[in-house]
Nanobody, 123 residues
Framework: VQLQASGGGLVQAETSLTLSCAASGRAFSAYNMGWFRQAPGKEREFVAA????????YYADSVKGRFTISRDNAKNTVYLQMNSLKPEDTAVYYCAGGVVPDGSPYPNEYGYWGQGTLVTVSS
């Protein structure tokens, strides 16, 4: 599976942005998927995850209530809807997937990664 993240950009605080992660390969619909982010000088951190069928979703406390993860298996795509963005959300966002425990927040458990898309939130 190859993953391609897109949708990043420069936005003002309190606005919204939607990231997409397009996957190639028939195995996509069988994989749990996640979004992670990495700010300059910081470690990669968990943002959100969902199960292979989208039935269960999981969020980091820092984004709960503001971000929504979803997927469309017919389009081989995972989305991250980000609302009420804050300057501290500024980071490179990565999508990831694989055969991982539901809601896994651990990057090293995911076998497939997209290239990352930069989100910059100005105050």
């Amino acid at each position: 599976v190859q993953l391609q993240a897109s949708g990043g950009g420069l936005v003002q605080a309190e606005t919204s942005l939607t990231l997409s992660c397009a996957a190639s390969g028939r195995a996509f619909s069988a994989y749990n998927m996640g979004w992670f982010r990495q700010a300059p000088g910081k470690e990669r951190e968990f943002v959100a995850a969902l199960t292979w069928n989208g039935g269960m979703t999981y969020y980091a406390d820092s984004v709960k209530g503001r971000f929504t993860i979803s997927r469309d298996n017919a389009k081989n795509t995972v989305y991250l809807q980000m609302n009420s963005l804050k300057p501290e959300d500024t980071a490179v966002y990565y999508c990831a997937g694989g055969v991982v425990p539901d809601g896994s927040p651990y990057p090293n458990e995911y076998g497939y990664w997209g290239q990352g898309t930069l989100v910059t939130v100005s105050s």
